[in-house]
């Protein structure tokens, strides 16, 4: 299969705040039309990723503010939701100027919360809050439209796209050229773009806007431009490097990493390699944290 990151493209439920892992199974299982040509993996966040809603992405250490906040009309988009007490939500969300934050919902599981409705996965908002310790409280959300929903694969793909940020995003870490990529990503797959390039592209801009990836295009023993007929492997501390004999990382053709560079995932060599070469930086980078999204996608593929 070849859909999405690495190994397919699938997700959940978009109209449940909380996302669950039966949700994801549900929308996956009405896209079982999803071909290898997909996303990675994408699906629902279960509960049991709780912790990482409050810790931060893979042990990433957050940067909550020492001082009192009051946010207003901050562009925003749910990542993440679980229950948080009786009637409230703890809420993961992705924005533009501020990175990832998580905020407390206060009554919005009562059934006549005006934030009931507005708090949905791939919605724009403009969102408010205030507080200063690591989980703040939201204090408005309003719809701000402007994007086509996502339907079964790229719904799923979709979510896959959250994990990646709730797993490799530290909390309160601004990231604006990340939030505007996720924009136009979000926008691809519901205009019926590629889920494999597009998804492709998004990790890519990932891993280099947190940092972890640096430039494609240059050899770290020789310092020079890559040649598109040689092999490489990728160190993912390093970068490109000529591929060895005893090499057990992903080898990919010189042409494929600089094609890569610049987006241009046309040729149908660079698209396999590419997705085995973000499976493999993205594993290492996850530092052993599987991906829930992947599994199911997997095991809907033995249906």
């Not at 997909?38 to 990482?52: L, V, W, Y």
């Not at 309160?172 to 924009?183: I, K, M, Q, R, S």
């Not at 990503?185 to 492709?200: F, M, Y």
Request: aromatic share 6%; charged share 20%; proline share 7%.
């Amino acid at each position: 299969m070849d859909l999405t990151p690495a190994d397919v493209t699938s997700s959940a439920d978009a109209h449940s705040v909380p996302i669950d892992t039966n949700a994801a199974t549900a929308v996956a299982a009405s896209a079982r039309s999803v071909t290898d040509d997909g996303p990675a993996q994408p699906t629902a966040i279960p509960k049991d990723e709780r912790s990482g809603a409050l810790a931060g992405a893979s042990g990433q250490r957050s940067r909550a503010p020492t001082k009192e906040l009051r946010i207003s009309g901050q562009p925003g988009f749910v990542l993440h939701s679980y229950p948080y007490k009786e009637t409230s939500l703890i809420v993961d969300m992705l924005t533009r100027d501020h990175g990832r934050v998580a905020l407390v919902a206060k009554g919005a599981k009562r059934p006549l919360s005006k934030l009931r409705g507005v708090l949905q996965t791939f919605q724009p908002l403009s969102i408010g809050w205030s507080g200063k310790s690591e989980l703040r409280t939201l204090t408005v959300a309003e719809w701000v439209g402007g994007l086509l929903p996502l339907e079964k694969s790229a719904l799923l793909s979709g979510f896959y796209l959250n994990e990646l940020l709730v797993k490799l995003l530290a909390r309160d870490d601004p990231h604006p050229g990340l939030f505007d990529h996720y924009v136009a990503t979000l926008n691809q797959l519901a205009h019926g773009e590629s889920p494999p390039i597009v998804l492709r592209k998004f990790e890519r801009a990932l891993l280099k806007e947190t940092g972890v990836a640096g430039d494609f295009t240059i050899c770290t023993v020789t310092g020079q431009k890559l040649q598109p007929d040689l092999l490489y492997v990728v160190d993912p501390e390093r970068g490109p490097r000529p591929a060895m004999g005893a090499d057990q990382w992903p080898r990919v053709a010189g042409k494929t990493l600089l094609d890569m560079e610049r987006e241009d995932y046309s040729d149908a060599s660079t698209q396999i390699q590419s997705k085995f070469l973000m499976r493999f930086l993205l594993a290492h980078h996850l530092g052993g944290v599987p991906l829930n999204t992947r599994q199911i996608l997997l095991d809907l593929m033995q249906l």
